[in-house]
C-alpha cells in the first residue's frame, strides 16, 4: 500500500463548477497535510496546508481533513482555465502521492 | 530574496559516471529537502537536513546516493556509477521550521543518463 495515494485522473470540469480532488494516506499517525499545485515543467507550489480535522478555506480552495477515514481533499471552487495543473496531496512533509491531473475547460 | 536556485539545471551523463548537483536555499531557510521526481509522479523523497544534521534519508536510497550540508547553507547531492534508472529531475526545496512550514521548491535539475 502507497502512503499517499491519489486519484490520478485525468479530471475535468467545466469553467466555473466546482473540482474535488480526494487523498487518502496509510499512516494513522500522521499531523500535517498539504496540497500543492504543479504546472506543466514546473515546480511544486503550495497551496494549502491544513491540521485539524474539519474545513479550512482560502479563497476559492477549501482543504477538507478526516483524520479518522484518513482522508484529505481540496475542493476548488468557480475553477478557471488557470486552475489547470496537477494537484499533489502531501502528508508530514515530505510523502507526495502521485497527484492529479486537472483540467478546466472553458 | 531570491528563493531557491539549484545548479545545474541540465545534466547529461553516461552510465556509470558520477554527478554532483548543487542547491542553494532561501536564506535563513533551516530545513533543506531533496526530492526526486519522474513524468507522471509526485516528488519522491529522498533526504532531509535540519541546518547541518542529516536527519532522515529514505530506505529506497541506494548507497550511490551520497548528499551533504556542510555549513548549514548550501546543500550538495551526489550520484555515484549512474544508472539509465537514475534519469529524473531531482528538486530541492527548503523550508524555516517551526516558524512556517511552507515548503518552497527550486526550479529542479534534469538529469538524463545515457
Known amino acids: 500500500q502507497k502512503e499517499v495515494e491519489q486519484n490520478s485522473g485525468p479530471l475535468s470540469v467545466p469553467e466555473g463548477a466546482i473540482a474535488s480532488l480526494n487523498c487518502t494516506y496509510s499512516?494513522?499517525?500522521?499531523?500535517?497535510f498539504f496540497w500543492y499545485r504543479q504546472y506543466s515543467g514546473k515546480s511544486p507550489e503550495l497551496i494549502m496546508s491544513?491540521?485539524?480535522?474539519g474545513d479550512k478555506e482560502d479563497g476559492r480552495f477549501t482543504a477538507q481533513l478526516n483524520k479518522a477515514s484518513q482522508y484529505v481533499s481540496l475542493l476548488i471552487r468557480d475553477s478557471q482555465p488557470s486552475d489547470s495543473a496537477t494537484y499533489l496531496c502531501?502528508?508530514?512533509?515530505?510523502?507526495f502521492g502521485a497527484g492529479t491531473r486537472l483540467t478546466v475547460k472553458p | 530574496d531570491t528563493g531557491v536556485s539549484q545548479n545545474p539545471r541540465h545534466k547529461i551523463t553516461k552510465r556509470g559516471q558520477n554527478v554532483t548537483f548543487r542547491c542553494d536555499p532561501i536564506?535563513?531557510?533551516?530545513?533543506l529537502y531533496w526530492y526526486r521526481q519522474t513524468l507522471g509522479q509526485g516528488p519522491e523523497f529522498l533526504t532531509y537536513?535540519?541546518?547541518?544534521?542529516?536527519?532522515?534519508k529514505s530506505r529506497l536510497l541506494s548507497d550511490r546516493f551520497s548528499a551533504e550540508r556542510p555549513k548549514g547553507s548550501f546543500s550538495t547531492l551526489e550520484i555515484q556509477r549512474t544508472e539509465q534508472g537514475d534519469s529524473a529531475m531531482y528538486l530541492c526545496?527548503?523550508?524555516?521550521?517551526?516558524?512556517?512550514?511552507?515548503?518552497?521548491f527550486g526550479p529542479g535539475t534534469r538529469l538524463t543518463v545515457l
Open positions: 526545496a527548503s523550508s524555516s521550521r517551526p516558524t512556517e512550514d511552507t515548503q518552497y
Open positions: 499512516d494513522r499517525g500522521s499531523q500535517s
Open positions: 502531501a502528508v508530514n512533509d515530505m510523502r
Open positions: 536564506s535563513e531557510h533551516n530545513r
Open positions: 537536513f535540519q541546518n547541518e544534521a542529516q536527519l532522515e
Open positions: 491544513i491540521y485539524s480535522n
